[in-house]
Nanobody
Framework: QVQLVESGGGLVQAGGSLRLSCSAS????????MGWYRQAPGQQRELVAF???????TYGDSVKGRFTISRDNAKNTVYLQMNSLKPEDTAVYYC???????WGQGTQVTVSA
């Protein structure tokens, strides 16, 4: 069973930045498409970004130009650099291995106005 552990969430003012990390318990980051999702209270979980094993990236429309997904295969870790944060980015952010049932426990990001 693959375990994913997110970290890096917190409280930040609008316009600020945070970097989320997702560490996997097994060598999977380099082999699978890894994604970040988020879920705000009362909202459905939505895709934020994903990165393929080949390094191709895709972003949700609401974060394009502000967020960057990357990975460090040696550390088996995926990152999400979030810049120019807005209050509407407030949510629990989850790491996920696309095509599998592996999810992290989530990390809270709160952006104050």
């Amino acid at each position: 069973q693959v375990q994913l552990v997110e970290s890096g969430g917190g409280l930040v003012q609008a316009g600020g930045s945070l970097r989320l990390s997702c560490s996997a318990s097994e060598i999977i980051v380099s082999m699978r498409t890894m994604g970040w999702y988020r879920q705000a209270p009362g909202q459905q979980r939505e895709l934020v970004a994903f990165i393929t094993s080949g390094g191709d990236t895709t972003y949700g429309d609401s974060v394009k130009g502000r967020f960057t997904i990357s990975r460090d295969n040696a550390k088996n870790t995926v990152y999400l650099q979030m810049n120019s944060l807005k209050p509407e980015d407030t949510a629990v952010y989850y790491c996920h291995v696309l095509g599998h049932t592996y999810w992290g426990q989530g990390t809270q990001v709160t952006v104050s106005a």
